[in-house]
């Protein structure tokens, strides 16, 4: 049979994903592994979809989407973003996924590069091989509080540099850069002429530190900002993001999303306008429910002596397990999940500065949340799991 393209073999595969699977195969098991709110969708945006669906909007829309949802976005930008911009730059997308993936694939050629954060969301490096270009990874490290090193970057900008990526707040570490780090960034971005990829998927969930969209602070259009409603509103399988790009782009985009999507489901996006327009409690409900998730997380490994970073956003933890783990952390993951029944993501899954730690999703039950924090080692104990371990195939 014929070949695929040569470089679709170094597409990394998502170590998250591989866990899941696992899990999946098994019963009982803690599912802390995947980023996946537990709280229900707000009953206004189900209506919304149902009757979109009842009144058979179901056609093909703009390929920049639905001119209602559109506008609905624009607003929402210069009010909670300080982000001013027109319809004409706003596109609906197959949620932030899509979206990352259609930046990438407008500004990465074969071969070019792409800044990414390490230890950062899978996708990253795995759209910039999926396109044939190259991703270059950034050390967010614990001693400089997982911010970039400034002088790293200078030593990693090279000829085929293409584009950075920022991820605030970040998946997996639930880290958010203030205003001066966003800007020393941009800084860095206009001194090398590079684009700036912005993910703030999880821009309403922080706890005490600001989002600040990099956006806001640009002077000079090299900002593509990546938003999704996925995790806001607990649509994770709605698939509905919007990408803001710079101006002038509004031929080429209309002509990409024909070419990859044509368009959102149409009932989706009437859901999304309501999720935009609509009763924010929810949001409000959901963020407070991981606060108090977080409390309680973080008193349990308090107790326990186990380290980890106090997340100023998003809805992760993440763990330290170095003591455990054997420099292996994605097969004593593996362990973990057989032998006590507790799936965790490996922070090998996020880069090579993710070994020795776990990343642990906070959107769970209470009860979960302390089986699966109890079941790690602490600091001395001597009945961890053994670091690698014998699973059936996933095929």
Partial sequence: ????????????????????????????????????????????????????????????????????????????????????VDVERVWVTVGATQALHQTMGLLLGAGDEVLVPDPGYTTFSMNARMLDAVPVTYTLSPRRAFRPDLAELERLVGPRTRAIIVNSPS????????????????????????????????????YG??????????????????????????????RVGYLVTPPGLSDT???????????????????????????????SEAREHYRTNLRLATRLLDERGIGYLDPEGAFYLWIDVSHASQGDVAGWAEALLLEHRVAVAPGSAFGRAGEGWIRICLAAAPEVLTRGLGALPAPGDVTAPPPRASVVSSD
């Fill in 209 to 238: 530190t600001p989002h600040v969209s990099i956006a806001s602070l640009d002077v000079d259009d090299r900002v593509f900002s990546v938003f999704s409603l996925s995790k806001t509103y607990a649509m994770t399988g709605v």
């Fill in 171 to 206: 998946n997996p570490l639930g880290t958010v850069w203030p205003r001066e780090v966003l800007q020393e960034v941009l800084d860095f971005a206009a001194r090398h002429d590079l684009w700036v990829i912005s993910d703030e998927v999880y821009e309403y969930f922080t």
């Fill in 253 to 283: 985009m209309r002509t990409v999303q024909e070419a990859a999507i044509s368009c959102v489901a149409e009932p989706d996006q009437h859901a999304a306008l309501a999720a935009i327009t609509g009763d924010h409690g929810p949001v």
């Fill in 1 to 84: 049979m014929p070949s695929l393209a040569p470089h679709i073999a170094s597409v990394p595969a998502s170590g998250i994903r591989r866990v899941f699977e696992i899990a999946a195969r098994l019963e009982d098991v803690a599912m802390l592994v995947i980023g996946e709110p537990d709280v229900p969708v707000p009953h206004h945006v189900a209506e919304a979809a149902r009757q979109a669906w009842s009144d058979d909007l179901t056609n093909y829309t703009p390929n920049g989407g639905i001119p209602a949802l559109r506008q609905a976005i624009v607003e929402k930008l210069a009010r909670e973003n300080d982000v001013h």
